[in-house]
């Protein structure tokens, strides 16, 4: 997690941004250090100590506060709430530009967009036809449930409306962080390999349902998805799986049947 890169205590070190707008600046411009000096540190103090800072309990516990908060907001408004979590480049936007048209018919879709910079998936949601909104985490590694708190005061979701919230890339932090969804979607990739379960267990362990993406590229990967279910059942025996391919539409059906169910 974050003790030795401290990114945890990003308090305000991110920017809100909607397609085709200027970004709201969070003010305080934590970030404009490296930690290339070899030593961990939390953001917002000095440099007087090379102790990894132990950030969990009282930065989780804050985080949970908000993340109850954020629940009873999406309680109240009956919003369907998913956090979709994954290693870089597992196609978690590229699933979301399969489900929105398909969603659309049916419900409003809002898409929290989490990158650690740019703005190209807000755009593609954009583009996809949900409202959307980015939230860049800067040095961060993970959205938590304040930057979520200021995206939905910006986003405005109505309600009996889907919200999908893309997490930051990362298979570690983001597994520490309720944001108040409902349920947390794994995109795991057949270019990942079957160990990733084993490895990253507590992303495994948090989520509801393990998406199996990229299976078009089944015939060129040494993936056995046997081999990786038994891993991922090993961390987590209440996972779902549904395996599909989000460039060939394979799949993409039983995925929404999870999604409304
Ligand atoms: N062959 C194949 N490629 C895919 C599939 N899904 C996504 N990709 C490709 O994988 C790359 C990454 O896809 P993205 O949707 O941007 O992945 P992401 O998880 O949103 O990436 P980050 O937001 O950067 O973490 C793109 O080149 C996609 O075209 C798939 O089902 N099959
Ligand atoms: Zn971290
Ligand atoms: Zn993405």
Same mark, same amino acid.
């Given at each position: 997690?974050?003790?030795?890169?401290?990114? &945890?205590?990003?308090?305000?070190?991110?920017?809100?941004?909607?397609?085709?707008?200027?970004?709201?600046?969070?003010?305080?411009?934590?970030?404009?250090?490296?930690? /290339?000096?070899? =030593?961990?540190?939390? =953001?917002?103090?000095? =440099?007087?100590?090379?102790?990894?800072?132990?950030?969990?309990?009282?930065?989780?516990?804050?985080?949970?506060?908000?993340?109850?908060?954020?629940?009873? @907001?999406?309680?109240?408004?009956? @919003?369907?709430?998913?956090?979709?979590? *994954? /290693?870089?480049?597992?196609?978690?936007?590229?699933?979301?530009?399969?489900?929105?048209?398909?969603?659309?018919?049916?419900? !409003?879709?809002?898409?929290?967009?989490?990158?650690?910079?740019?703005?190209?998936?807000?755009?593609?949601?954009?583009?996809?036809?949900?409202?959307?909104?980015?939230?860049?985490?800067?040095?961060?590694?993970? +959205?938590?449930?304040?930057?979520?708190?200021?995206?939905?005061?910006?986003?405005?979701?109505?309600?009996? *409306?889907? +919200?999908?919230?893309?997490?930051?890339?990362? +298979?570690?932090?983001?597994?520490?962080?309720? +944001?108040? !969804?409902?349920?947390?979607?794994?995109? *795991? &990739?057949?270019?990942?390999?079957?160990?990733?379960?084993?490895?990253?267990?507590?992303?495994?362990?948090? *989520?509801?349902?393990?998406?199996?993406?990229?299976?078009?590229?089944?015939?060129?990967?040494? %993936?056995? @998805?046997?081999? %990786?279910?038994?891993?991922?059942?090993?961390?987590?025996? =209440?996972?779902? %799986?549904?395996?599909?391919?989000?460039?060939?539409?394979?799949?993409? !059906?039983?995925?929404?049947?999870?999604?409304?169910?």
């Amino acid at each position: 997690m974050c003790d030795t890169c401290g990114c &945890s205590d990003n308090e305000k070190g991110y920017t809100l941004e909607k397609p085709g707008q200027k970004p709201t600046n969070s003010g305080n411009d934590v970030h404009d250090h490296d930690h /290339s000096n070899g =030593h961990g540190h939390g =953001h917002g103090h000095g =440099h007087g100590t090379s102790e990894p800072i132990l950030l969990s309990t009282p930065v989780l516990s804050k985080n949970n506060l908000i993340a109850e908060r954020n629940r009873g @907001i999406f309680e109240a408004k009956n @919003i369907k709430t998913f956090n979709l979590v *994954s /290693s870089p480049g597992s196609g978690k936007t590229t699933l979301l530009e399969k489900l929105i048209p398909i969603l659309k018919k049916l419900k !409003e879709v809002y898409v929290i967009e989490g990158d650690q910079q740019t703005t190209n998936d807000a755009n593609r949601i954009d583009q996809a036809g949900a409202m959307a909104i980015q939230v860049n985490t800067g040095k961060g590694c993970h +959205l938590d449930a304040m930057m979520i708190h200021d995206a939905l005061l910006q986003l405005k979701p109505t309600e009996n *409306s889907l +919200l999908f919230i893309e997490n930051v890339g990362n +298979l570690v932090c983001p597994s520490l962080f309720d +944001l108040g !969804e409902n349920s947390r979607i794994l995109i *795991s &990739s057949v270019t990942e390999g079957a160990d990733k379960p084993l490895k990253y267990p507590y992303m495994f362990e948090s *989520s509801q349902l393990c998406v199996i993406n990229k299976t078009d590229l089944l015939p060129y990967v040494d %993936f056995r @998805i046997d081999q %990786f279910k038994t891993n991922a059942l090993r961390v987590n025996h =209440h996972l779902d %799986f549904v395996e599909v391919s989000a460039t060939g539409g394979q799949g993409i !059906e039983e995925l929404v049947k999870w999604i409304l169910a």
